[in-house]
C-alpha cells in the first residue's frame, strides 16, 4: 500500500512541475493556483449547480 501511496504522490508531483514549465510559472505558482483559486471555484461551482438542482426537484414535486 505504501508503494501506491509513493507512485501517486510522485505522479501528481511530477504533473504539477510539468504544467509549471509548460506555462513558464513556478512550481509554487502552479499549486497556488490550483488550490487557491481553481479548486474553490470548481467547489462553489459544484455546490451553485446542487443547489439549483435541488430546487428545481423539490419545485416540481
Not at 505522479?11 to 483559486?37: K, P, R
Not at 461551482?45 to 435541488?54: F, R
Amino acid at each position: 500500500m505504501k508503494e501506491l501511496i509513493t507512485h501517486i504522490y510522485v505522479y501528481c508531483t511530477d504533473f504539477c512541475i510539468t504544467s509549471a514549465n509548460l506555462m513558464n510559472i513556478t512550481y509554487e505558482d502552479f499549486c497556488a493556483l490550483i488550490f487557491c483559486v481553481l479548486w474553490p471555484l470548481i467547489t462553489l461551482g459544484l455546490s451553485l449547480t446542487l443547489i439549483i438542482q435541488l430546487r428545481q426537484r423539490f419545485k416540481n414535486k
